[in-house]
């Protein structure tokens, strides 16, 4: 007979997996780690939240949700058009997005945009840097689209173009 492992507490959870060099997500009992970040999602991160910080809404990346106390994800990018709820969102905001690694199990992204839905997020998105795509969970599946809201999705691919290019000679000139 096969073992079964026991799901962890989140506190202990946090003794276990909240102090090291990965990142994990504690998701219904388990430890899931989070891909290591690249150059690419990291800018990405940075330009959807200066996007979405332009077109309004105040955003942040790699922000703990506190909605169910069985799950405590932290989405690449996270933005919302009412006041900020701190320390941690413990409602939905309006826009959550997740961006793709590698190392990225479809499952587990297809089981965090059905939570995102029944948590109560508006715009639940999933970008993929590597195909240049951007996705928008639609209740029952991700959905090819060209826009993050009211964002055109090229703008995205723009500003990832322009960082990855950007010419340094205005750090040299202080």
Not at 3 to 27: C, I, N, P
Not at 76 to 103: F, M
Not at 122 to 139: A, D
């Amino acid at each position: 007979m096969a073992a079964v492992a026991e799901k962890l507490t989140f506190a202990e959870f946090q003794l276990k997996y909240g102090h090291g060099d990965r990142s994990y997500e504690y998701w219904y009992g388990e430890a899931v780690p989070k891909a290591m970040p690249t150059w690419i999602h990291g800018l990405l991160q940075a330009i959807l939240a200066r996007l979405l910080n332009e077109a309004g809404y105040s955003a942040g990346s790699e922000v703990e949700l506190r909605i169910d106390a069985d799950a405590y994800p932290k989405p690449d990018v996270i933005a919302t058009s009412r006041e900020v709820e701190e320390p941690y969102p413990t409602k939905a905001v309006d826009v959550v997005i997740e961006i793709l690694s590698k190392d990225d199990p479809m499952p587990h992204l297809l089981e965090k945009c059905q939570a995102y839905e029944k948590w109560g997020f508006e715009y639940i998105y999933v970008v993929n840097p590597e195909s240049k795509q951007l996705f928008r969970w639609t209740g029952s599946a991700l959905q090819l689209t060209h826009n993050l809201i009211a964002i055109p999705e090229v703008r995205i691919w723009q500003e990832l173009e322009k960082d990855l290019r950007r010419p340094r000679t205005d750090i040299e000139a202080k």
